[in-house]
């Protein structure tokens, strides 16, 4: 294998993204070969290499990412449960690749979801400091006013934790279904609909829209997946802080 820059080779193992990697070299927290690393410095196989002390290794294997678009009454587990269907069940059948879930939708909510043969970036996806932004499309029943917003917003201490909106969005409508679009930047569980269900309003309809960079496309029927290519995925590293 040809020498590639250390902060691809750092990004590729799932350390963070090429930026990140950068200010690493740069603040000296690489080593090569017991020598602290250089911005510019390339890396082969047989190196080793350390970031902060803990040995990274080259990445063996191409890094695939799937994005699935999960249907409602779907289980994100890697076994069927009570006559309800495995996520899992609808990947491509293709035994070489050993896939993980990134995160979990509770069975009621459908939409964007990921599979990656890769763990570095599920963690790399699921930690909180990467700071990636979920959004979601929400139809609940129930009185808003500005008052509510606001305290989704500001946080709601609910069981012992704060859960918060960075963003809501009421659409225009009529009738007692009301139709939002809401941002966040945390996974908890059934955070969106226990934001809304403390404030009186009752989610009908869930649907994550967004992951970080990526979309839903509008035209990927439930059920099916598509595969990113590396470009997204160097999107997704850059977006990730």
């Not at 006013?145 to 704060?162: F, P, V, W, Y």
């Not at 009421?170 to 930047?185: I, M």
Request: charge should be positive; proline fraction near 3%; charged fraction near 30%.
């Amino acid at each position: 294998m040809e020498e590639v820059r250390l902060q691809k080779m750092l990004a590729q193992a799932g350390v963070g993204s090429r930026r990140q990697c950068e200010e690493y070299i740069k603040d000296g927290l690489v080593k090569v070969n017991n020598f602290v690393a250089q911005i510019g410095t390339k890396v082969k196989p047989t190196d080793e290499i350390f970031f902060q002390e803990k040995q990274i290794f080259f990445s063996k294997h191409k890094t695939r990412l799937l994005l699935f678009n999960k249907p409602r009454g779907i289980i994100c587990s890697s076994k069927p449960e009570r006559n309800k269907k495995s996520i899992f069940s609808f990947l491509p059948n293709d035994s070489q690749e050993n896939w993980k879930l990134v995160g979990r939708l509770d069975i009621n909510t459908s939409g964007l979801i990921f599979f990656t043969n890769d763990g570095d970036l599920v963690n790399f996806l699921a930690h909180p400091k990467s700071s990636f932004d979920r959004e979601y499309l929400v139809r609940a029943r129930g009185t808003f006013d500005e008052s509510i917003r606001k305290n989704m917003l500001t946080g709601i201490k609910i069981e012992n934790k704060i859960y918060q909106f960075s963003d809501i969005v009421l659409h225009e409508g009529s009738g007692s279904n009301k139709f939002f679009t809401v941002c966040l930047f945390s996974g908890k569980n059934k955070e969106v609909r226990k934001l809304f269900e403390s404030m009186g309003l009752q989610v009908s309809r869930l649907k994550r829209l967004r992951y970080g960079p990526i979309f839903l496309p509008d035209n990927l029927a439930e059920g099916k997946f598509v595969e990113l290519t590396d470009k997204d995925i160097i999107k997704i590293r850059e977006y990730g802080k």
